[in-house]
């Protein structure tokens, strides 16, 4: 009939399976679409004496074998624990008894498989039916330790990770110290030195923070087989001290000179650091009368002394040549720098000197000259620091140092194309609230 709608329904006498259910789907909406596009209903039409016919049909669906599991591989992965062996991991990684004995035999001389890195993830390749064909592991670096079995036994071998170059940024307030403040926020160790390397000329770390300074750091952060490396370079930081904004970014020109720059291109590496230690905290400064701990008598103190564990990495303040290095009277174990012009400097009370380290040496600023201790007259650890000019001891906290070249004239269109995102990045991090870190 012309005004018959017929509707075709798909009755289950038989088990309704997922690969029987795929196919009523499939089958059931063809007529659905067709009906959509083909006609529509004229306004007032009755629908209620509409006839309706169920037509019932047996769908015979295809037999869809399982394949084979013969020959086929799996990779799984494990995310190592505190507290996790070896023998736990390949447990967990449903690796079959027989091969975790021999994995275990095979890898006991094997350093790395030793000492796993709580949070790394170990990757194995297996059977189904736990055979061990493969174990790969990444604990940091730029390496990665391959085991593979080759005839029944698991050679090992270190292959090079292509390492990726994540950019990170982070900030964080100082309420406590330093260190509290940069573990809070997650930054790693050798990038909070680069930060107070890079603004070790503008601020004095020993005695310049107040609670409530802040910092916010962008760097680059090496990531291998997805997991990550080693932290890499700063790339802009911004340190507000007592109020006051300190930014630096890194720059590279063209012809190979590189530093860290303010944002209008002056360079920040000044002729001398403002100390040649990285962390410690000033117990006796520069003064004309002191009552000295030992001689116990009141006589001028001529330099800065600067309380840090023994052994503590002392740093060469400036460029300069090794005039002495050895034992002088009461200052134990010293090294005195010459520098350009008539600029001198003198650290003392060291327990060891830097290995190799001679008179006449070429060293640059930074390098690592000796270590704190307490030799000469001293009453404990500390290192006792001179800046001389014309072999007159001065405050350096209190001489203006020069400052090395800025970006010339002929990059500065470069730099300021290069550095723009930096600062941006900076500004935007400026603006967040940040929890208080005790």
Same mark, same amino acid.
Do not use: C
């Given at each position: 009939?012309?005004?018959?709608?017929?509707?075709?329904?798909?009755?289950?006498?038989?088990?309704?399976?997922?690969?029987?259910?795929?196919?009523?789907?499939?089958?059931?909406?063809?007529?659905?679409?067709?009906?959509?596009?083909?006609?529509?209903?004229?306004?007032?039409?009755?629908?209620?004496?509409?006839?309706?016919?169920?037509?019932?049909?047996?769908?015979?669906?295809?037999?869809?074998?399982?394949?084979?599991?013969?020959?086929?591989?799996?990779?799984?992965?494990?995310?190592?624990?505190?507290?996790?062996?070896?023998?736990?991991?390949?447990?967990?990684?449903?690796?079959?008894?027989?091969?975790?004995?021999?994995?275990?035999?095979?890898?006991?001389?094997?350093?790395?498989?030793?000492?796993?890195?709580?949070?790394?993830?170990?990757?194995?390749?297996?059977?189904?039916?736990?055979?061990?064909?493969?174990?790969?592991?990444?604990?940091?670096?730029?390496?990665?330790?391959?085991?593979?079995?080759?005839?029944?036994?698991?050679?090992?071998?270190?292959?090079?990770?292509?390492?990726?170059?994540?950019?990170?940024?982070?900030?964080?307030?100082?309420?406590?110290?330093?260190?509290?403040?940069?573990?809070?926020?997650?930054?790693?160790?050798?990038?909070?030195? /680069?930060?107070?390397?890079?603004?070790?000329?503008?601020?004095? !770390?020993?005695?310049? #923070? =107040?609670? +409530?300074? &802040?910092?916010?750091?962008?760097?680059?952060?090496?990531?291998?087989?997805?997991?990550?490396?080693?932290?890499?370079?700063?790339?802009?930081?911004?340190?507000?001290?007592?109020?006051?904004?300190?930014?630096?970014?890194?720059?590279?020109?063209?012809?190979?000179?590189?530093?860290?720059?303010?944002?209008?291109?002056?360079?920040?590496?000044?002729?001398?650091?403002?100390?040649?230690?990285?962390?410690?905290?000033?117990?006796?400064?520069?003064?004309?009368?002191?009552?000295?701990?030992?001689?116990?008598?009141?006589?001028?103190?001529?330099?800065?002394?600067?309380?840090?564990?023994?052994?503590?990495?002392?740093?060469?303040?400036?460029?300069?040549?090794?005039?002495?290095?050895?034992?002088?009277?009461?200052?134990?174990?010293?090294?005195?720098?010459?520098?350009?012009? /008539?600029?001198?400097?003198?650290?003392?009370?060291?327990?060891? !000197?830097?290995?190799? #380290? =001679?008179? +006449?040496? &070429?060293?640059?600023?930074?390098?690592?000259?000796?270590?704190?201790?307490?030799?000469?007259?001293?009453?404990?650890?500390?290192?006792?620091?001179?800046?001389?000019?014309?072999?007159?001891?001065?405050?350096?906290?209190?001489?203006?140092?020069?400052?090395?070249?800025?970006?010339?004239?002929?990059?500065?269109?470069?730099?300021?194309?290069?550095?723009?995102?930096?600062?941006?990045?900076?500004?935007?991090?400026?603006?967040?609230?940040?929890?208080?870190?005790?």
């Amino acid at each position: 009939m012309p005004g018959d709608k017929i509707s075709i329904l798909a009755h289950k006498p038989f088990t309704l399976t997922k690969k029987r259910l795929r196919w009523l789907i499939l089958l059931s909406s063809f007529p659905l679409f067709g009906m959509v596009a083909a006609f529509g209903i004229a306004p007032d039409t009755s629908l209620e004496n509409l006839p309706v016919e169920e037509v019932i049909r047996g769908l015979e669906l295809p037999e869809i074998l399982p394949p084979s599991d013969e020959n086929m591989t799996f990779w799984r992965q494990e995310r190592i624990q505190a507290g996790d062996t070896i023998a736990t991991l390949l447990s967990r990684l449903e690796v079959n008894n027989q091969d975790a004995v021999s994995f275990l035999r095979d890898s006991r001389n094997i350093k790395a498989t030793h000492q796993l890195v709580s949070g790394k993830i170990v990757h194995v390749q297996t059977t189904a039916a736990g055979e061990l064909l493969l174990l790969r592991y990444f604990p940091g670096g730029s390496e990665q330790l391959v085991m593979e079995k080759v005839d029944g036994i698991f050679k090992v071998s270190e292959q090079p990770v292509k390492l990726e170059t994540h950019i990170q940024m982070k900030s964080g307030v100082i309420n406590s110290s330093l260190f509290a403040a940069v573990d809070g926020a997650g930054v790693p160790d050798s990038v909070a030195t /680069q930060i107070v390397d890079i603004l070790a000329s503008d601020i004095d !770390f020993h005695r310049d #923070l =107040r609670k +409530g300074d &802040r910092f916010t750091v962008v760097y680059d952060s090496l990531y291998g087989n997805g997991e990550p490396a080693r932290p890499g370079r700063v790339l802009s930081v911004e340190f507000i001290n007592q109020g006051t904004p300190h930014r630096a970014v890194y720059f590279q020109a063209e012809n190979g000179e590189s530093g860290y720059y303010t944002p209008d291109g002056k360079n920040l590496r000044k002729a001398f650091l403002r100390s040649p230690l990285e962390f410690s905290r000033i117990s006796s400064g520069f003064s004309s009368a002191r009552f000295h701990p030992i001689l116990k008598t009141w006589r001028a103190h001529s330099g800065i002394d600067y309380a840090a564990p023994t052994g503590t990495r002392v740093k060469a303040a400036a460029d300069g040549t090794v005039m002495f290095a050895g034992w002088q009277g009461g200052y134990g174990n010293v090294v005195i720098l010459q520098h350009h012009g /008539q600029y001198s400097t003198v650290y003392g009370h060291l327990s060891t !000197f830097a290995k190799g #380290l =001679r008179s +006449g040496q &070429r060293v640059s600023q930074g390098d690592v000259i000796g270590h704190v201790g307490a030799t000469g007259m001293a009453t404990g650890p500390h290192l006792h620091y001179e800046f001389r000019f014309n072999g007159v001891q001065r405050d350096p906290t209190r001489v203006a140092m020069p400052t090395a070249n800025p970006v010339s004239a002929r990059h500065m269109p470069a730099f300021y194309e290069y550095t723009k995102p930096l600062m941006a990045r900076l500004d935007m991090l400026r603006g967040t609230s940040l929890a208080f870190l005790d």
